[in-house]
């Protein structure tokens, strides 16, 4: 098959006679627009609103293109692979079809249509989403998530473009991935399933391709796998490169047998090597299609086993249970033209820099690009990955039924073959909420959320990608409404911290088998503010622009209620800032070392969330200029292979209150050392108690056996007569030498304790940056002018003396420092 892009000569403009445009695609009508200077920037102060007014139009797109062979090729059509949402197609004044779904990869027949003599005109007429999703709602009258535009559920276009509690009301349009001129000559690959057997060091492929080829042609299909060549960092990788070839039957189907496979495994486990997969179809002896693809040769399912505490709910790459560790990947533009390989590239490499090895692909944005699987494959993150259905009911017509089974066959032979797929979802917190009678308005909504998540998708599934983990919702206990957010079964939401205003140390009560949301807010650093406004009028957290970039009603408010039982008050707009990150931070620090202490029982921590599609105040540890929140530092370390937790009783754990007669409390650390390895780890265990100063006033070292994969707790220390004003305990993880983990814990209210001034300075190369304390420094913050660095360590704890962290990114210019110490 001959594929041609067509990526040149498109212009557009809104539907009704305005002059024409120059257009890019892949691209959309607000980056158009935006482009040549026909709209405002969105995200600028509250622009939003008129922006967003702009999408009450139709706008059409036109490229034109010449195509001068046509007899010779027995199919001809047009193949897009993204067109959002409600659209028109016309080829040279025909229509040739229409499309009503952003998800979906829609192909048509051309082949009469084109013209070898002179321009061919494709023209595609997008219409306007707000209207479609008002006459829908008036017809149906389904609902969902208020942060939404009402009948948002009955366009297949993603739901956060209408607006959530993160995201903003900008529903952009356009044709966001590549259109291609597709010609055929005997026949053509549509997709190849691939199965894999592990068993006795070895590892059997059996394929399974689709294709359509001339009946009247000897046709057969070629299978070649070729091993990954040599790597330095894995010695068991060979030099040349090893291939494995095989002809399929006539149906289609075949096996390979590959001795002592190159397993691929998820980040801080082992290599991720990819193996080349290449169909090639042959006609008559010549070639006329191929079809090429990575794998990752591995087996990776849900470990459910009835246990003490209920029933398991454990990732299991090649026979191994390992301990989730990621966040809540949402879309990373509300513009869709603004996308890119290298803007996903480096939020992708940010998380493998803070050891993360999950992300779960949240289910109201949109299917990924290729290159996100493509990147997660590179770097070992496990995806999960829910269908593209989050916080409403929908209407199961027969055409809403057709429409919706398509969109599940093309992702699926899209992303199957991909090592990174971890398991499908069902949907985001549907099952929860239907089964609390939220958002129903009539009984046929129940019984259609079974039929979509119960029986379609499974049977689809069955079909396509069997081999592949299917979980009905998120969060679900196995589905059929059987308590789904159950603590002791299948994934869990827990949003008491946060939403129900809890303290932190709530989260030690739960013992979650997987938490696959849970989350915290705070504010983007000043530079990403100011990419919304620069008046500092607007530069105050209840201001009408800092409000409009919080989507979640109140919730600057709710930092603020947070901050008080914490810190003192800031005076100024950029310690409110900090002091926001550092909240943040230690709420998810809280939750996470709690789960890893109960390794075992717990076996996920995903938090909510990776990041943002526009500059705006959320639970986001990486904000959406790319700069690191406190809580993505906070992340690398508590996601560390090796980490040293504590569970002390303090203050902060026992809601004491000081004015009470009789105000006593417990003051003790319990030190656990989790090993998230597939190596035992002999770990040399040191703890200090220090002034605030940061002087050793007591020392305590013990020798610790870790088992790979798991945990391991040490005896309870009780400290009856620690002063929590000024003196506070450290804790640090050696081995062989190297401190691999280490953390300090203070007793009282932080906001109480007496830090000493810790005089803090700095000195760089360049390359490496020197902070030096006089005393304890809490919660160290290194910056530079444009708030963009990423250092190997920032916002750390420092027992007076110095640290030297290096610089990953951004320049060491205009730097400063402060702590805690300075709020």
């Known amino acids: ?48 609103d008129q922006i967003c007014a702009l999408m009450n139009a139709d706008y059409e797109y036109v490229c034109t293109f010449e195509e001068s062979e ?62 479609y999703i008002a006459e829908s709602y008036k017809k149906y009258g389904n609902i969902g998530n208020e942060d939404t535009y009402e009948g948002f559920m009955h366009l297949r276009k993603a739901h956060y473009m209408f607006g959530w509690d993160w995201g903003a009301h900008l529903p952009d349009a356009g044709i966001f991935r590549p259109v291609r001129l597709c010609k055929v000559n005997k026949g053509r690959i549509d997709s190849v399933r691939i199965s894999q057997t592990h068993r006795d060091g070895r590892c059997i492929l059996d394929f399974d391709a689709e294709y359509a080829a001339d009946a009247r042609e000897d046709c057969s299909i070629r299978i070649r796998v070729t091993a990954p060549g040599d790597e330095k960092e894995d010695t068991d990788f060979i030099a040349d490169d090893q291939q494995f070839e095989t002809i399929l039957s006539p149906d289609g189907k075949g096996s390979i047998l590959i001795e002592n496979p190159r397993l691929w495994w998820v980040n801080g486990l082992g290599a991720q090597p990819l193996y080349e997969v290449e169909a090639v179809l042959f006609c008559g002896g010549v070639q006329a299609d191929s079809w090429t693809r990575r794998i990752g040769l591995r087996s990776m399912t849900m470990q459910r ?28 533009e509300h513009l869709l033209g603004r996308r890119s390989p290298e803007k996903t590239r480096r939020l992708l490499e940010d998380c493998k820099l803070a050891n993360f090895n999950v992300i779960r692909v949240w289910g109201g944005g949109f299917y990924p690009d290729d290159w996100f699987y493509d990147i997660c494959d590179e770097l070992g993150l496990a995806v999960w990955q829910d269908f593209m259905f989050a916080c409403s009911v929908y209407e199961l017509t027969p055409e809403f039924e057709e429409n919706i089974t398509r969109e599940f066959i093309d992702n699926v032979k899209r992303i199957r073959h991909h090592a990174c797929l971890a398991l499908w979802c069902g949907n985001n917190e549907m099952e929860m909420f239907v089964d609390q009678r939220c958002w129903v308005t009539k009984p046929t909504e129940v019984r259609d959320y079974l039929l979509m998540y119960e029986r379609i998708i499974p049977g689809v599934l069955k079909i396509h990608d069997p081999q592949t983990f299917y979980w009905p919702a998120s969060p679900s206990s196995g589905g059929s409404f059987d308590h789904p957010n159950d603590p002791n079964r299948g994934d869990v939401h827990y949003w008491e911290v946060w939403h129900g205003n809890k303290p932190f140390s709530e989260y030690r009560k739960h013992y979650f088998r997987y938490a696959s949301e849970f989350g915290f807010q ?42 008080q039982q914490t810190y003192r008050y800031p005076t100024r707009f950029e310690d409110v800032l900090y002091a926001s990150q550092l909240l943040q931070a230690d709420a998810i620090r809280y939750g996470v070392e709690h789960f890893r202490r109960n390794r075992g029982r717990c076996m996920g921590a995903i938090y909510w969330q990776l990041n943002d599609c526009w500059p705006v105040i959320s639970w986001s540890s990486i904000d959406y200029c790319g700069r690191w929140k406190a809580l993505h530092y906070y992340a690398k370390r508590f996601f560390a292979p090796i980490l040293i937790s504590c569970e002390e ?34 770990v040399t265990v040191r703890w200090n108690l220090r002034n605030a100063s940061g002087e050793s006033l007591r020392e305590e070292e013990e020798e610790v056996l870790v088992p790979a994969l798991s945990a391991v707790w040490l005896e309870k220390t009780e400290l009856p007569e620690v002063d929590v004003f000024s003196q506070y305990v450290s804790y640090e993880a050696w081995i062989g030498g190297e401190k691999v983990s280490e953390g300090t814990v203070i007793f ?76």
């Open 522 to 563: 705070s504010f983007p650093c000043k530079k990403t503010i100011e990419t919304f406004t620069d008046d500092p009028r607007d530069w105050n957290i209840f201001s009408y622009v800092m409000e409009k970039h919080q989507r979640n009603y109140g919730a600057n408010g709710k930092i603020m209620n947070y901050l």
């Open 649 to 682: 009783q303090s203050w902060l754990t026992q809601e004491a209150n000081m004015n009470r007669q009789h105000f006593e409390f417990e003051k003790s650390i319990r030190l656990n050392v989790a090993n998230e390895t597939q190596e035992d780890r002999r």
């Open 1 to 48: 098959m001959e594929v041609r892009t067509l990526d040149q000569n498109w212009k557009m403009r809104r539907a009704g006679g305005e002059e024409w445009q120059e257009a890019v695609v892949p691209g959309s009508v607000y980056t158009d627009l935006l482009r040549n200077q026909k709209m405002e920037d969105p995200y600028w102060k509250d622009n939003e």
């Open 748 to 823: 009282s209210y932080p906001k109480y304790f007496r830090y000493e001034d810790p005089k803090l300075s700095l000195e760089t190369d360049g390359k490496r940056i020197t902070v030096t304390a006089a005393a304890y420094a809490k919660s160290v913050e290194i910056q530079n002018e444009a708030e963009d660095l990423v250092l190997s360590d920032n916002y750390f704890d420092l027992n007076g003396g110095s640290r030297t962290v290096e610089i990953l990114r951004g320049e060491a210019k205009g730097l400063r420092v402060r702590s805690v110490y300075d709020l």
């Open 70 to 131: 046509i007899d010779p090729y027995s199919e001809v059509f047009l193949r897009f692979e993204g067109l959002d949402t409600a659209a028109e197609i016309f080829l040279n004044d025909t229509l040739i079809g229409e499309a009503c779904n952003m998800h979906r990869i829609w192909e048509f027949d051309v082949r009469s249509l084109l013209s070898a003599d002179e321009k061919n005109v494709l023209r595609i007429l997008l219409r306007s989403p707000l209207k």
């Open 305 to 332: 086993e009835k246990d003490t505490w209920g029933e398991s709910f454990a990732h299991v790459i090649n026979g191994k249970p390992f301990f989730a560790m990621g966040a809540d990947y949402i879309p990373e």
